[in-house]
């Protein structure tokens, strides 16, 4: 049908209008940021209640911090020299003249609050849950957003190279559990002991004769103040020369070298498929001995697809202030695990099941069906209605649209005759049910259709 030509005129262009034009204004997000609407959050439900029941299992306990934190605590164990401080942090001077940030990762703030709260008291290790946004002011590119989620998981007081497969293997049945394939990425970058004989090596390796001159500005920089940052440098001419760097594994203290070869027996026995990476170092400086990374089995193994990361910080809480106390852990990128399952078409559960709608016709109908909701509701009845609707076309269309199997539709007559009509919502029938066996009648259907 062809739309009418003229819609009607009008006339009077001085109605009054609830905010003058001059001063409407709208807005936008910002920049790197972005809403999570209605269908997507079922993917954010989906993969965080994974990362709960899973972590819950294993013995973690959820807890949480505050986004703006002190900005030296990052600048002093995150790294001065990384770029997650350098480049990316969001930190301001607030309106107490205290300079603030907002938390651009999660473990220094666990760090903490593990010390802060005396955690060392408590039979140990602690094993703690975290999840939330983190903020990075960095180049908005497809995936990555200034205002990102990570769920990680923590354990302090635990030395044993137990805790560090028992953290990998956690990270791996996630993804396992949410049918993604992913393999390890995992290295060892030793104890602040071995790693500087190791680092002077390096050093030396890249001096060598024109190899400077090859390297990006960047790592020309890096040479002098974390010379492991090279080798996990992506611009093509770093990955070429450090081809025939010297590999740290080599350079391992006994214990360090005990310690990963536990870790790797470990993920042998647990049949977790591991890639050992000599130039996997991490970018963060408090790092010791295990590092790892997941990456998607499919796809571009870039580091830029890591799904998950993580390591063992042993000399982080004595540095923040506390007692010396071994520690590992882990972050998943929320944004970048739903990426993945999208691409996979991984089936959400159907979380809208039985559904049984509710519909009226006329005033006192509609009166009398908000009681009937709330007592089907609190009897474990999963209602759904559109009470601000009248007509009843409309209201069995939202009930198509939930997926109600049933609709209860009460009408002046039914009020009458002391009934309401029950529509089976795939067929149509519908049929008369007295009002007062309602319960009994849609406990009847419901178990008819598990059984089918
Ligand atoms: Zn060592
Ligand atoms: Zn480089």
């Known amino acids: 049908m062809p739309r009418p030509a003229k819609i009607k005129k009008n006339n009077n262009k001085k109605e009054k209008e609830a905010v003058p034009a001059k001063k409407r204004k709208s807005f936008s997000r910002l920049r ?69 940030a907002l938390r651009p990762e999660a473990t220094p703030s666990l760090v903490r609050a593990y010390i802060e709260h005396g955690m060392f008291n408590f039979p140990q290790p602690i094993k703690m849950l975290w999840l939330g946004p983190l903020f990075r002011h960095d180049k908005p590119q497809a995936g990555r957003y200034r205002q990102f989620s990570q769920i990680d998981l923590e354990m302090f007081g635990e030395e044993s190279p137990v805790a560090d497969a028992q953290l990998i293997l956690l990270a791996y049945n996630f993804f396992k559990e949410l049918q993604i394939d992913v393999q390890v990425q995992i290295n060892s970058i030793g104890c602040k002991e071995c790693r500087k004989e190791y680092s002077n090596k390096l050093i030396a390796f890249y001096k060598e004769r024109g190899k400077r001159a090859k390297l990006c500005p960047d790592c020309n920089k890096r040479l002098a103040k974390n010379p492991l940052r090279l080798l996990d440098c992506k611009e093509e001419k770093c990955v070429e020369v450090r081809t025939d760097a010297p590999q740290i594994v080599d350079y391992l203290c006994d214990d360090c070298k005990n310690h990963f070869t536990k ?50 910080y042993d000399d982080l809480v004595e540095f923040m202030g506390g007692r010396p106390t071994p520690a590992c852990g882990f972050a998943l990128g929320v944004e970048r695990v739903i990426s993945k399952v999208k691409e996979k078409n991984i089936p959400l559960k159907q979380e809208d099941e039985n559904v049984i709608f509710i519909a009226q016709l006329g005033d006192q109908a509609r009166r009398k069906v908000f009681g009937l909701f709330e007592e089907l509701r609190r009897s474990g009845f999963n209602v759904r209605q559109a009470f601000t609707k009248d007509s009843l076309k409309a209201q069995l269309e939202e009930a198509n649209r939930v997926g109600a199997k049933f609709s209860l539709i ?42 089918k």
């Open 263 to 312: 870790v790797l027996e470990y993920l042998d026995e647990l049949d977790i498929p591991y890639n050992l990476n000599t130039y996997l170092v991490r970018g963060l400086d408090y790092y010791t001995r295990t590092v790892f990374e997941i990456w998607p089995m499919d796809g571009e193994e870039s580091r830029q697809t890591a799904l998950g990361a993580g390591g063992r």
């Open 410 to 451: 009460l009408g002046q007559k039914e009020i009458l005759d002391g009934t309401m009509l029950i529509r089976d919502m795939e067929s149509g029938i519908q049929e008369v049910i007295d009002y007062k066996k309602i319960r009994q009648e849609l406990e009847k259907r419901l178990n008819n259709e598990n059984k």
């Open 32 to 100: 790197g940021m972005k809403d999570v609407l209605f269908d997507e959050y079922r993917y954010w439900d989906l993969v965080k209640s994974k990362a709960i029941d899973l972590a819950r299992t294993y013995g973690f306990k959820r807890l949480d911090t505050p986004i703006l934190e002190p900005a030296d605590m990052y600048e002093r164990t995150t790294g001065e020299t990384s770029d997650i401080v350098t480049k990316e942090m969001y930190a301001f001077v607030d309106k107490g003249g205290e300079k603030v």
